[in-house]
């Protein structure tokens, strides 16, 4: 019965192109393979305006929704129009058969039902016919008497309808392809069944009826869709409006036309857009203004750090038996740290380290004429302390309120070693003693240059002489060595770690002691730019003090001569267990101990001791050589040696680090069975590395870094009198 009604849906496939400007000619160079026009620069694409395309959009998709609903519209008519019609027709059954009930009791009952249903024929054109049947189905009533008496023939074809309608018993809904037939059962008023009535309507009433109704609804889904549409186009046409505009402003953008505003006085997202183009020219031209002004800036500071290095020495100075070695590494592009050396007359060197208030280009400014006045003064005062008068009273002018400058200034006689020092300010002068090994400071006693106006350095600045010997050495810094922090604690590195790195590579001479210096403040800082400038200078005397050569101490008598010659054979030796320098990669020894010691005839209990001796020595080299630095490696040799015994071998263990040299002397006696002394826990770890080692010799300051021997002799265990547990105890 239902019907559908499909129209056909169209597709608007559209590309909005953008018009671009050359700014160069386009040279095509592979024409075999030519670019699509829509990607050549240059070209114009073909324009389809928003305009135009959101409009058509828009009444496309409301025709298409009218459409949709009109369809479901006739869907819900036809279906509740079907279910109205099939609800009269067995109501009509019904009725017929209870006017029918009394007649069929009559002897002649078509005298009364013929009329009747003549004149309900008559009212009823939607009917094909109603007919009332007896208990043999011959036809007792019908419109037409040609038709009484004779027996009921069903139209072939009818089926059963699936109707909506709740039917009673013995009634029937059926149709076909004309008609749609309702039969009820006539009952009397005894219950008993003595006919059945059927009413018949033309299935083509309905069609009529239906396509009425789809008439009507074309007709108004029509009117709908154009005044939709209309109203549609001419309401998107005036919002779109601005569209062109914002168009015409991003194409003087996008040619380089930042002055020119996008005028659209608009209310909607369209004069917010026109409002943030504008601004967003307005910060483009401020960038660009920026971009160039800190090129200019670039390259003004690129000038200066050139002016500054090309002030500062670029290789060290050779006097006799001296040289003098500086560096300096600026916290930001140019600093305000300042050192020199000059020559004097009669062969004396002049030598010069400063530190300005202040970084970056102020500071430069200052350091570049600290070094004018430092060259142009220094043949006119053969005192460093007049000297550094003179500069105080020729700069003091110049410093912004509240700067100053610390400084330090010495001339060396390489004839005789003597060095004449004045320092204002600065601090204090380092010197490193090749003969004890011991570190001297000279600390100043004068204000820095420009710290008291109208002359008042001259009063407190004086000269201290000092003799250099053989291998000693002259250190000056600047504090950012000094005030270097660590990050997270921000703890400073201290005098107290500068003087353990000089004292431990003092003996390589200035060279190593700068890279020392420079490697020990960087691993303490960690990564990342310094907070300040870090500036060193080194005066040193070459040779040995009377030819004294750094021997390793062997705290039992092991020759160890030659230890570089050992480490050399160790580093081809495959054993090798690199640690992090960490106390969490200790556990890794007893594994890499048992690689090792697997298959040699040692008595039982050897292992765990071993085990302990390494632990407690490389603990004590992570935790007070290196302690408070980035982890630097810890390697970690073995290899077989001659033992006491003819027949026997003995474990060699070799262990290297890059940490500060600790005292490798014996310690004093621990008594590892006293409970007191293990209450006290500290101090039994190189108590118990003494007692299981047979030889522990310990070799600081080589040029490959500290190394520490331990034997152990499989024979002398049985010697060893108590017994050791196995607890690491540092």
Known sequence: MSSALRAPSTEHHAAAGAVTHPTAPVVLEAPRDPTPAARVPGRRRTLLSLRWIVPGVAAGVLAGALMFAGSAWERDSQSVLLREV??????????????????????????????????????????????????????????????????????SGLTPVASQVPLQA??????????????????????????????????????????????????????????????????????????GRLRSGIERLGRGDLDTPIAIRDRTEFGMLADTLNRMAVE?????????????????????????????????YEAADFVLVGSQAAAAEVGGDYFDVVPLDGGRVGFAIADVSGKGMGGCLVMTMLSALLRGLRDLHPSPAGLLVAIDRSLSASLPRGGFVTMTYGTLDPACGEV????????????????????????????????????????LLTDERITLGPGDLLVQITDGYQEAPAPGTGETFEFARIEAVIKHHGHEGPEAVIRALDQAVAAWAGEGPARDDQTVLVVGCTGRPDGAVR?????????????????????????????????????????????????????????????????????????????????????????????????????????RDHGAPFDPSRPSATDLDDPQARRRGRGLGLAMIHRIMTRVAYAGGTPEGNLTILMFDPARLSAMEGGLTGDRTA
């Open 420 to 459: 004449t020092l004045a320092s204002a300010g600065h601090l204090p002068a380092i010197i490193y003693r090749a003969a004890s090994a011991a570190v001297e400071w000279k600390r100043a006693t004068a204000p820095p240059v420009g710290a008291l106006r109208r002359g008042g350095l001259a009063t």
């Open 86 to 155: 099939e609800a009269r027709l067995v109501l009509e059954a019904r009725h017929l058969a209870l006017t029918s009930a009394a007649a069929l009791l009559d002897p002649f009952p078509e005298l009364t039902l013929q009329p009747f249903l003549r004149d309900l024929m008559r009212s009823r054109p939607d009917l094909e016919s109603v007919i009332v049947l007896d208990r043999a189905g011959l036809v007792l009533g019908h419109p037409s008497t040609d038709r009484l008496g004779q027996s009921y023939v069903a139209p």
């Open 551 to 655: 021997t390793p101490v062997d705290s039992i008598g092991m020759d160890l001569s030659e230890p570089l010659a050992l480490l050399a054979r160790l580093e081809q030796n495959p054993t090798r267990l690199a640690l992090e320098g960490s106390l969490d990669e200790l556990p890794r020894i007893r594994g890499w101990l048992r690689e090792r010691l697997a298959g040699r005839p040692l008595l039982p209990g050897t292992e765990p001791l071993l085990e302990n001796a390494l632990y407690e020595a490389c603990a004590n080299i992570i935790e007070h050589g290196l302690a408070g630095r980035r982890p630097t490696p810890v390697d970690l040799w073995w290899m077989l040696a001659p033992a006491a015994g003819a027949d026997s071998r003995a474990e060699l263990f070799v262990i």
């Open 284 to 316: 483009i031209r401020e960038a660009q203004r920026q971009s160039l002004e800190r090129e200019r800036l670039a390259r003004e500071m690129e000038l200066a750090r050139n002016l500054q290095r090309s002030l500062l020495p670029s290789r060290s």
């Open 170 to 243: 013995g009634e029937a809904l059926e149709e076909d392809r004309a008609l749609l037939v309702a039969r009820s059962p006539v009952r009397i008023p005894s219950g008993e069944i003595v006919g059945t009535a059927i009413v018949r309507m033309h299935r083509s009433y309905l069609e009529a009826a239906v396509e009425e109704t789809r008439q009507r609804r074309t007709l108004l889904t029509t009117a709908l869709l154009g005044l939709g549409a209309f109203a549609m186009v001419i309401s998107m046409v005036l919002l779109l409006r601005p569209v």
